[in-house]
């Protein structure tokens, strides 16, 4: 079973830095065949993708609304059983305010498609005020 926990959501001012961390728990096999991405859902709005990772780490997306400003990394130790991901996220405007999440899933990681991550986090609050 795969487990995330996000956390370094908050309150930043327009044009203000946030950076979000998810702690990952999962098999050992999850890493190298899961992709790993971040999501967001604002009030009234559909979930839409930010970032994804491959699950070599080697290919990184980004949808263009976020293109430029956002960046995804990731962490995983020796032992393959946890990572750590990372959401970088420069030049925020009140636009990108809403509920982040990390997700883990299988499929084509450039779609950035909510339905093909199967494992969630429970989701950190980010809101930019102008």
């Known amino acids: 079973r795969v487990q995330l926990v996000e956390s370094g959501g908050g309150t930043v001012q327009d044009g203000g830095s946030l950076r979000l961390s998810c702690a990952v728990s999962a098999p050992a096999d999850t890493f190298g065949s899961y992709c790993m991405g971040w999501f967001r859902q604002a009030p009234g709005k559909e979930r839409e993708g930010v970032a994804a990772i491959s699950p070599d780490g080697q290919s990184t997306y980004y949808p263009d609304s976020v293109k430029g400003r956002f960046t995804m990394s990731q962490d995983i130790p020796q032992d393959n059983t946890k990572n750590t991901l990372y959401l970088e996220m420069n030049s925020l405007t009140p636009e990108d305010t809403a509920m982040y999440y990390c997700?883990?899933?299988?499929?084509?990681?450039?779609?950035?498609?909510?339905?093909?991550?199967?494992?969630w986090g429970q989701g950190t609050q980010v809101t930019v005020s102008s």
């Open positions: 997700a883990a899933g299988r499929g084509f990681c450039g779609q950035l498609t909510p339905a093909k991550y199967k494992y």
